[in-house]
Every structure is written in structure tokens, then in C-alpha cells.
């Protein structure tokens, strides 16, 4: 078992900067692919930034030029720094981490933290 716990959500004003960072733990076998996604109410998750264990990143449209993620392999830590936030970034932000095995990928999810942003 895999165990993320993320940290550092919160209520800023539009146009701030907030820092989410998420701590993997337990039975984890090799650097593995970790990233973010979130969700609005009533909404799919929707992936917002993808780290490979190697360093390559992948972010969505909306958010590239203002989010960048980054890892501490020795610590098993993913970060968020999220930039010039937008009313439209509120969501439940989510941690991911991809282990692979014999049978194949599955996905650990951390439990959320909420990041609300004010006009």
C-alpha cells in the first residue's frame, strides 16, 4: 500500500501564489510517474500537471505558464507551485502516484485539500 497525504491548500486572492506539496509513503517500488489533478463540484477530475519519475512534465492548457510542478525523489514529494491564480483554479486538488506491478498500473490517491481562490 501506497499512502500520499498533500498539504498547503487553502484561500488566497486572485492573482497569488499558493505551494501544494503531497508526501508519498509505504510500499513504493522504484521513482514513479506522480502528479496533480482536480476537481470542480459536480465536475470529472481533470488533470492539471504530470511529473515522469525521470523529470519530464506534462501540464494542461489552462494552467501552463502559471503552475509548475517539481519532485524531491530522495523524499518521495511532489510540489505544486501554483502562480497568478485565477478564480476559475478553486477545486479539490489531488495527488496521484502510478506504481507499477507484475499485473500491471494502479493509481494512489492522496485525500484532497481544497484551494479556493477569490475574486
Known amino acids: 500500500q501506497v499512502q500520499l497525504v498533500e498539504s498547503g491548500g487553502g484561500l488566497v486572492q486572485a492573482g497569488g501564489s499558493l505551494r501544494l506539496s503531497c508526501a508519498a509513503s509505504?510500499?513504493?517500488?522504484?521513482?514513479?510517474?506522480m502528479g496533480w489533478y482536480r476537481q470542480h463540484p459536480g465536475k470529472q477530475r481533470d488533470m492539471v500537471a504530470t511529473?515522469?519519475?525521470?523529470?519530464?512534465?506534462n501540464y494542461a492548457d489552462s494552467v501552463k505558464g502559471r503552475f509548475t510542478i517539481s519532485r524531491d525523489n530522495a523524499k518521495n514529494t511532489v510540489y505544486l507551485q501554483m502562480s497568478s491564480l485565477k478564480p476559475e483554479d478553486t477545486a479539490v486538488y489531488y495527488c496521484?502516484?502510478?506504481?507499477?506491478?507484475?499485473?500491471?498500473?494502479?493509481?494512489?490517491w492522496g485525500q484532497g485539500t481544497q484551494v479556493t481562490v477569490s475574486s
Open positions: 511529473i515522469t519519475g525521470g523529470g519530464r512534465t
Open positions: 496521484n502516484l502510478k506504481q507499477g506491478y507484475v499485473f500491471g498500473t494502479y493509481d494512489y
Open positions: 509505504g510500499s513504493i517500488f522504484g521513482i514513479n510517474d
